[in-house]
């Protein structure tokens, strides 16, 4: 009599494993594994270059200003570089510490505060001006608006300098003809940060135009449509239409547009040197000096505070005007 053995619980799974069908699967990727190797190793042959670069100008001068914050380097020490001493957070205690420190945060707040809102709104009705209302020379009036832009920020300073100077400057000369006595614009302190406010905003406004002109065109007109059809006016329709799918554009010029401000230096730098009495002087340009001071673990240290400032308001922006849906 013969005895037939069901196959037990272990070699059943054994037999449901699609075997052949897996088998082939493994020689194919055995099979494939040297192409991928050496597809990876072109891959990093060719990436090489960028990393060594990005390493030796990038990810090393961030790491060693940032354990500069943390030592006592100054300009002394940079033949001997391992002499120095860890100090921790002092730099940090010492900058909040100065006067002058919180005197160019002050100034680079009122000028990111007022600059930023100011260059928006600039942007923005240019933007719309040239998308609904100017019809002839749109190309002359793109090309106008943008130019500050792609011009060397230094360059346009030394012009704004030349045009604001109190005795020879075209701004104070048309101010005579009707009989105004212009001030010293960059020597006074009520006059020379609004200028440089000023200033940046007619630089700056050319790219959020673009960008918000992009926007504005791609606004679909099957929704304008139903609008009007609703009895919604011109007015209704831009911000209960328009404006809420503008949020993207509005978001990227915001946050671009505030890092720029958080940094901004070639303005004092070029025409007031931070002056008058510190009333233009800048959280980046005080970084510089202390720089050319010799004091370099408090410039590092100011450009780190600088760089929390630029995160914290980036996050800002993100929260408040990204796409609640």
Known sequence: MSTNTLPGRGDTGKQNTGGPERSADRRRLTFRSPARGRQARAAWLLAGPFLALFAAFMLLPVVWSLLMSLTDTQSADLRTPFNVSFVGFDNYVRLFQDDQFFTALRNTAVFVLVALPLTLAAGLAAAVALDRGIR???????????????????AVAVVWKTLLEPRAGLVNLVLGWFGIDGPAWLADTRFALPVMILMAVWRNLGTVMIIMLAGLQSVPQSLMEA???????????????????????????????????????????????????????????????????????????????????????TVLQFRVLRDKD
């Open 136 to 154: 002839r020379f749109r190309a002359v009036f793109r090309v106008g608006f943008y130019l500050p832009v792609i011009t060397s920020i230094v």
């Open 227 to 313: 609008a009007e059809l609703d009895g919604a006016g011109p007015w209704q329709r831009f911000w209960r239409v328009t404006f809420p799918l503008l949020r993207p554009a509005l978001l990227l010029t915001a946050v671009t547009t505030g890092i720029g401000y958080l940094q901004f230096f070639d303005e004092p730098f070029v025409m007031t040197d931070g002056g008058p009495l510190d009333s233009t002087l800048s959280a980046t340009l005080y970084a510089y000096k202390q720089f050319g001071n010799g004091n370099y673990e408090m410039a590092s240290a100011a450009s780190y505070v600088i760089f929390v400032l630029i995160v914290a308001l």
